[in-house]
């Protein structure tokens, strides 16, 4: 009996004790309830790029051009000359681009290309011509990228005014692009470009050919 009551005891000791152990569930907050916080649904880091970047922008530019053979020499009165090249000198273009991927870019702008020689009351000229230019870059990185493409040259004119005037125009041409081009930021991009193959041969002077190859600093503004 006594090691019997002892047992007794003993379980009923254990019982309080792990009763003690159980917290009352509270009011409202019934077992297997469980409440959570909404979902909030994050756009992933392409959804981001695709929101925040536009692949498709417009560009207008400028800049300067050099070498070429020389088409025509002025000489004027006071001794000193002038000179027109075919890969001189004023380039201002149009266009737009469109951003692959990351690494990735297509770009076309037609443009106005001219050279003259400084106006005197007896003289003056200008060779001109159209180009329209289909360019392919690789990005580096955010600052810069190299790029390559045709230029397509249309429309080219030389016009003389003053003592053995005359006019002319030429065959259309086609130039290979290569040029690096420097984003100090997003909207401004500044280029270094070689031209190479553009010969222009005259309509009516059947000799007539010159090379038009030339080296360029431009100057781009994006937008878009």
């Given at each position: ?12 000791l ?29 756009p ?18 400028g800049?300067?051009?050099f070498?070429?053979d ?55 000229g200008s ?29 080219a ?12 125009t ?19 991009g500044?280029k ?8 222009y ?14 080296i360029?600093?431009l100057?781009?503004?994006?937008w878009?």
């Amino acid at each position: 009996m006594k090691y019997l009551f002892a047992f007794i005891t003993t379980f009923m000791l254990g019982s309080a004790h792990a009763l003690e152990s159980i917290s009352p569930t509270p009011a409202g907050s019934e077992i297997g309830t469980v409440t959570t916080a909404p979902e909030v649904s994050t756009p992933s880091n392409a959804d981001q790029t695709g929101a925040d970047t536009n692949p498709l922008r417009f560009l207008v530019g400028g800049g300067i051009t050099f070498s070429g053979d020389t088409i025509v020499t002025a000489y004027y009165i006071d001794g000193t000359t002038d000179k027109i090249t075919a890969g001189g000198t004023i380039l201002f273009y149009a266009g737009a681009e469109y951003r692959l991927n990351e690494n990735a870019s297509i770009q076309g702008s037609i443009g106005y290309h001219f050279d003259s020689v400084k106006p005197a009351k007896n003289i003056d000229g200008s060779f001109s011509r159209i180009p329209i230019e289909v360019m392919a870059y690789y990005h580096l990185n955010d600052k810069f990228r190299m790029g390559g493409g045709l230029r397509f040259v249309n429309s080219a004119k030389l016009r003389l005014s003053g003592p053995g005037s005359f006019n002319d125009t030429f065959a259309s041409t086609t130039g290979l692009v290569i040029e690096g081009e420097w984003l100090p930021d997003p909207t401004i991009g500044i280029k270094l470009r070689s031209v190479s193959g553009e010969k222009y041969q005259s309509n009516n002077f059947s000799g007539a050919l010159f090379k038009g190859d030339h080296i360029g600093i431009l100057a781009n503004f994006y937008w878009g």
